[in-house]
């Protein structure tokens, strides 16, 4: 089955260092995203990327990078610059050719933990 | 600049009784607009979406939403619920070019509890 897979699920981090989160889509979609979530606010938009090579910032960028070096991976590195890690990272997908869909496919979410 | 508000934070209901969920947007032209639900420590999936005509959709577990322009609002409902129904639900709106979705807002979110 067509799917986003991500990991890890949870993640222990010590302050300073860096991580990365895996996110692999085998649906064909042209669009990643990766979505902070924390209590009480949603679900904030980090970066995107819209075609392999490229990606632009989201909401709340400082402190994570990403690449896009093939289409079906999108991985996330919340950097030491992060001041507030501590988070439910969330990847997602969809069929840019279908923007009437409007669907976006998400991942099961990785939980970052800082010590 | 575009915003999606949930007033309820939190919601307790019977299990067969009815939901309302409100949801209220900002945005200057014809939004596109989804509710989506989250259950605990997983991802989210769709539950209904609005791009154009009709102003009442049907969505799947069946849920509706209702579009009102006039009030800028786009209410879940459900006319009996379930114990699985459980879950905290996200409203959100389209905000990119063409109100597309590669910019989707999400509101705060509304954690639904079922009371036996």
């Known amino acids: 089955d067509g799917g986003i897979t991500q990991s890890p699920k949870y993640l222990f981090r010590k302050e300073g260092q860096n991580v990365t989160l895996s996110c692999e889509q085998n649906?064909?979609?042209?669009?990643m995203y990766w979505y902070r979530q924390d209590p009480g606010q949603g679900l904030r938009l980090i970066y995107y990327?819209?075609?392999?090579?490229?990606?632009q910032k989201g909401d709340i960028a400082e402190g994570y990078s990403v690449s896009r070096e093939k289409k079906e991976s999108f991985p996330l590195t919340v950097t030491s610059a992060q001041k507030n890690p501590t988070a439910f990272y969330l990847c997602?997908?969809?069929?840019?050719?279908?923007?009437?869909?409007?669907?976006?496919?998400f991942g099961e979410g990785s939980r970052l933990t800082v010590l | 600049a575009q915003s999606v508000t949930q007033p309820d934070i939190h919601i307790t209901v019977s299990e067969g009784a009815s939901l309302e969920l409100r949801c209220n947007y900002s945005y200057g032209a014809t939004p596109y607009l989804f509710w989506y639900v989250q259950s605990p420590g997983q991802g989210l999936q769709l539950l209904l979406k609005y791009f154009s005509g009709d102003t009442l959709v049907q969505g799947i577990k069946g849920f509706e939403a209702e579009f009102k322009r006039s009030q800028s609002s786009f209410n879940l409902r459900k006319p009996s619920v379930h114990w699985s129904d459980a879950a905290e639900y996200f409203c959100a709106v389209g905000a990119g070019y063409g109100g597309a979705t590669n910019k989707l807002i999400f509101g705060t979110g509304t954690l639904l509890a079922v009371q036996p």
């Open positions: 997602a997908s969809i069929n840019q050719r279908r923007r009437d869909t409007g669907e976006l496919f």
């Open positions: 649906l064909n979609h042209d669009a």
């Open positions: 990327s819209q075609i392999v090579n490229d990606f």
